[in-house]
């Protein structure tokens, strides 16, 4: 973990957002006595990263099967 206090984090702010995007944890001082942490935000991987995110025509193409009695059940 790296500890910098308020002002060192202003003058190195590219550097300790580069090092808390590679994983470390970045914990700033104030002068009060107050600290925050800069952490990254990891975003879960996609189940399916070629899905677009949104349904689109024909995207369920071949993943469902009507049988060719299906209006029989219902007359």
């Known amino acids: ?3 910098v206090t308020s002002e060192e984090a202003q003058e190195r702010l590219p550097e300790l957002l580069a090092a808390a995007e590679a994983g470390e944890t970045v914990e700033i001082r104030s002068q009060t006595g107050r ?5 990254a935000n990891t975003q879960p991987k996609a189940l399916n990263p070629t899905w677009p995110g949104y349904p689109h025509p024909g995207s369920a193409k071949g993943l469902i099967e009507v049988p060719d009695d299906f209006d029989d059940l219902f007359t």
């Open 1 to 3: 973990m790296t500890q």
């Open 35 to 39: 600290s925050i942490r800069l952490l």
